[in-house]
């Protein structure tokens, strides 16, 4: 385990099948196993910011088929291997690799070295990258149309305009053809300059501008990239979008459409609570 490294990743790329190799195999709960490959399409769930679930799919090992259970971020210092939640240090520390654990549920056929097909449902997984990219959209549609409610300078998003969205996202959940994203509309925003008044007597207000603006750029038909910095699971990776009144750039490790031409619209609804301290963005995507 000692030489495990960084697992190679290409569903960055949009890929859906891969050929690796077995380099590790770890016993988990249940009789189950995590399956560690050289190079994987398979997309894990990354416990640290959980926002694209894991692929759906299965090994293939000499002609066995076996079903993923789940997908996962693990690591290993080289003397403990931890999967998920589990882990105790963030993600690229010194002297860990960070792996994509592949668990299945029996490890009859499974040998160190052995050869293994991942083959990923391509309509799972692009109903998630449809998602991803309807969130980042949305955000981005959001900070526009919240701009004018900061009362002190703040930093800016991926376009420069003031990030509502980084200032204040407590989660986002991506799901097939959407997103749900949710904001902490406390006091700590407010110290930071945020002034909620306007958004809290009327979201759907504020929603029709998000709306009208995510009609626009999803009009443009903009291309959408992933600019790499490595191939591996933990190498930097950012969604680009070259949206007609300023590109966007977001750090984002998930999968994505190749250009807003695949969508034919995304519409969000906004929900505050009650006493005012959260806001919901539910985003939908159609093509
Ligand atoms: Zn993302």
């Known amino acids: ?99 994509v654990g592949h668990v299945v549920g029996t490890d009859a056929a499974l040998q160190p070295g052995a050869e293994v097909t991942v083959e990923i449902d391509p309509a799972y997984r692009r109903g998630l990258s449809i998602g991803h990219t309807a969130c980042h959209l949305a955000s981005l549609a959001l900070n526009v149309a919240l701009a004018e409610d900061w009362t002190k300078e703040v930093a800016g998003d991926g376009r420069g305009v003031a990030n509502f969205d980084g200032e204040a996202i407590a989660t986002s959940r991506i799901a097939e053809y959407g997103s749900t994203d949710v904001y902490r509309l406390g006091k700590s925003l407010k110290k930071r300059g945020f002034d909620k008044t306007r958004l809290l007597a009327d979201p759907d207000a504020v929603a029709a501008i998000v709306n009208a603006q995510l009609a626009a750029w999803v009009g443009s038909a903009a291309e959408v990239d992933i600019r790499r910095e490595g191939d591996t699971l933990i190498s930097r990776r950012f969604w680009e979008c070259a949206l007609p009144d300023g590109a966007a750039s977001i750090p984002c490790g998930g999968t994505h459409v190749h250009s807003l031409a695949e969508l034919s619209a995304v519409t969000v609804a906004l929900e505050a609570s009650e006493d005012g301290t959260e806001l919901v963005m539910h985003t939908i995507a159609t093509v």
């Open 1 to 99: 385990m000692s030489s495990l490294t960084d697992t190679t990743v290409s569903y960055p790329l949009g890929d859906t099948t891969s050929t690796g190799h077995i380099v590790h195999l770890e016993p988990a709960a249940d009789g189950r196993t995590i399956v560690v490959l050289d190079l994987t399409a398979a997309h894990p769930v990354d416990s640290a910011w959980p926002d694209q679930g894991a692929d759906r799919g299965a090994l293939t090992v000499d002609g066995a088929v076996l079903p993923l259970i789940d997908v996962v971020v693990c690591a290993t210092d080289g003397s403990a291997f931890f999967a998920g939640s589990d882990i105790p240090v963030k993600k690229g520390t010194e002297g860990w690799a960070f792996v």
